[in-house]
């Protein structure tokens, strides 16, 4: 399986090690940079193309994950969910980045590069790349109100139980 690095100055050193261990396990790692420290970079510029690079490539039909990484993983996380068709979790346990796998079918994981120690962000980005989707009918049909509203714009109708309340009322 490929999977789509992308990064700022902040995950540096974790997408380095992560290009290596995923060599290692597997897998095809395609690095978008930053290839060097500068601690002025934007990281937009990095996670944008591993999310470009995950959308195309899932729209065609292959089967490819993404991995961003900052700081906190906040602004990453960001950056990758404008691209359509991207579904991107932020991690910050085992748990959460299996979460993002099995109910949200998130195809790209943000971790926080200086929240968590090394081995730590590694099995949580293990965790993702082994966790599938359930494919449970609730999780398909949340996530097809989000592809939806993606396209379209348009809210998804509002339950029986909410008419007449709140601001749409």
Same mark, same amino acid.
């Given at each position: !399986?490929?999977?789509?690095?992308?990064?700022?100055?902040?995950?540096?050193?974790?997408?380095?090690?992560?290009?290596?261990?995923?060599?290692?396990?597997?897998?095809?790692?395609?690095?978008?940079?930053?290839?060097?420290?500068?601690?002025?970079?934007?990281?937009?510029?990095?996670?944008? +193309?591993?999310?470009?690079?995950?959308?195309?490539? +899932?729209?065609? %039909?292959?089967?490819?994950?993404?991995?961003?990484?900052?700081?906190?993983?906040?602004?990453?996380?960001?950056?990758?969910?404008?691209?359509? %068709?991207?579904?991107?979790?932020?991690?910050?346990?085992?748990?959460?980045?299996?979460?993002? $796998?099995?109910?949200?079918?998130?195809?790209?994981?943000?971790?926080?590069?200086? !929240?968590?120690?090394?081995?730590? !962000?590694?099995?949580?980005? /293990?965790?993702?790349?082994?966790?599938?989707?359930?494919? /449970? /009918?609730?999780?398909? $049909? $949340?996530?097809?109100?989000? %592809?939806?509203?993606?396209?379209? $714009? /348009?809210?998804?109708?509002?339950?029986?139980?909410?008419?007449?309340?709140?601001?749409?009322?």
């Amino acid at each position: !399986m490929r999977v789509h690095l992308g990064s700022d100055h902040a995950g540096l050193d974790l997408k380095d090690h992560l290009v290596r261990w995923l060599t290692d396990h597997g897998y095809e790692p395609v690095d978008h940079g930053p290839f060097v420290y500068d601690a002025l970079d934007d990281y937009p510029v990095f996670c944008l +193309r591993a999310a470009e690079a995950v959308a195309a490539e +899932r729209a065609a %039909g292959q089967d490819s994950l993404g991995v961003v990484i900052g700081g906190s993983g906040n602004g990453e996380q960001i950056a990758a969910n404008k691209v359509v %068709g991207i579904r991107c979790a932020l991690a910050w346990s085992e748990e959460t980045a299996a979460l993002g $796998r099995e109910h949200n079918d998130a195809n790209i994981v943000s971790v926080g590069g200086r !929240m968590h120690s090394l081995d730590d !962000m590694t099995r949580f980005i /293990e965790v993702f790349l082994t966790t599938d989707f359930t494919g /449970e /009918e609730r999780h398909v $049909r $949340r996530i097809g109100q989000l %592809g939806s509203y993606e396209q379209t $714009r /348009e809210l998804p109708a509002l339950p029986e139980s909410a008419v007449g309340r709140g601001p749409d009322a």
